[in-house]
C-alpha cells in the first residue's frame, strides 16, 4: 500500500539499484542516473506521525522540523494536512489540477496540452456557513477531517466552509 509519493519532475527507472536511503535526507537514486530527488535537509531522523506525515527532524532542544511531507502534497488529499494556497494537487496524467484561491477552490485543466492556457472547470466559492471570508485577513487553507468533512477555514478553528468529503475509509 503507498504510504508517500515524491512528486518528481523525472522519473526514475524503478529497477533492482534504484534505492531510497537516509543520510540526513531523504534521496531516492538509482545507479544509472544518480540521485533523482532528495529532501535537502540535514536532518537526525525521518519518521511518519500517525497523521501519515512524513517527517524529517533535527534532534536539537526544539526539535525543528526541517521538512514534511504534508508541504509538498502531489495527487492525494491526505487526511488532517492542511492544504493551502502555495499547494496544487496534480493528477497523474498532469491534466488537471486543484488549487486555492483567496475564497475558493478551483478544479483546473489543461485542455491544450503544451500550451500555459489553463482553464478552470469547477469553482467551489466558500459558502462562509460559519464564519466570514475576511479581505487581507490571510489565505484560507483546507483540511479533510477524519469524519469525512473537507472544511476551508480562515484564521483559526471556525470554518467558513464545509463539504462532505467521504471517499476514504472511514473507522468503524
Do not use: C
Not at 15 to 35: E, M, Q
Not at 128 to 140: F, L, R, S, Y
Amino acid at each position: 500500500e503507498q504510504l508517500w509519493v515524491a512528486n518528481m519532475t523525472r522519473l526514475p527507472k524503478w529497477s533492482g539499484p534504484t534505492r531510497l536511503f537516509f543520510n540526513g535526507s531523504l534521496v531516492i537514486s538509482d545507479s544509472h542516473s544518480g540521485v533523482f530527488w532528495s529532501t535537502q535537509t540535514d536532518g537526525d531522523r525521518v519518521w511518519i506521525s500517525n497523521t501519515s506525515n512524513l517527517l524529517i527532524e533535527k534532534l536539537d532542544q526544539s526539535h525543528s522540523i526541517l521538512w514534511q511531507s504534508f508541504q509538498f502534497p502531489s495527487d492525494t488529499l491526505v487526511e488532517n494536512q492542511n492544504f493551502t494556497s502555495a499547494m496544487s494537487l496534480v493528477s497523474s496524467n498532469g491534466l488537471y489540477y486543484m488549487m486555492l484561491g483567496s475564497d475558493f477552490v478551483g478544479l483546473y485543466a489543461r485542455f491544450n496540452p503544451g500550451s500555459d492556457s489553463n482553464q478552470i472547470y469547477l469553482k467551489h466559492k466558500a459558502l462562509e456557513a460559519k464564519a466570514d471570508v475576511i479581505e487581507g485577513q490571510g489565505p484560507i487553507y483546507m483540511v479533510l477531517s477524519s469524519d469525512g468533512d473537507l472544511g476551508m477555514y480562515q484564521n483559526g478553528l471556525v470554518p467558513v466552509d464545509v463539504q462532505s468529503f467521504s471517499t476514504f475509509q472511514q473507522r468503524g
